[in-house]
């Protein structure tokens, strides 16, 4: 299975800003999809946001327009940018990458997760 490393969380006001990092441990994250979950206190595990091999990308209603998904192949990384960031936003969040496009399951390698804290 791929190695998948989080990095960037921490704990931001609201409205600011936070770039999230995974860097994979082999280059063959190039032949899959890429995706950022995030868990909050007492709920489920959902997506936030996914990018397929292809450049394909969707995003949780709750999250379209502030933040941004990307691949960069040639350093085996997945960024998040997050933007505008809310209370609301808080949470663990994971990196994934898997075979396939569809993003309602749990397959695929999972990193550690990195925590996210909105908070004044």
């Known amino acids: 299975q791929v190695q998948l490393v989080e990095s960037g969380g921490g704990l931001v006001q609201p409205g600011g800003s936070l770039r999230l990092s995974c860097a994979a441990s082999?280059?063959?994250?190039?032949?899959?999809?890429m995706g950022w979950y995030r868990q909050a206190p007492g709920k489920q595990r959902e997506l936030v946001a996914g990018?397929?091999?292809?450049?394909?990308?969707n995003y949780a209603d709750s999250v379209k327009g502030r933040f941004t998904i990307s691949r960069d192949n040639a350093k085996n990384t997945a960024y998040l940018q997050m933007n505008s960031l809310k209370p609301e936003d808080t949470a663990i969040y994971y990196c994934?990458?898997?075979?396939?496009?569809?993003?309602?399951?749990?397959?695929?390698?999972w990193g550690q997760g990195t925590q996210v804290t909105v908070s004044s």
């Open positions: 990018i397929t091999r292809d450049y394909y990308t």
């Open positions: 994934n990458s898997r075979l396939s496009t569809n993003w309602d399951n749990e397959y695929g390698s």
């Open positions: 082999e280059s063959i994250i190039s032949l899959l999809s």
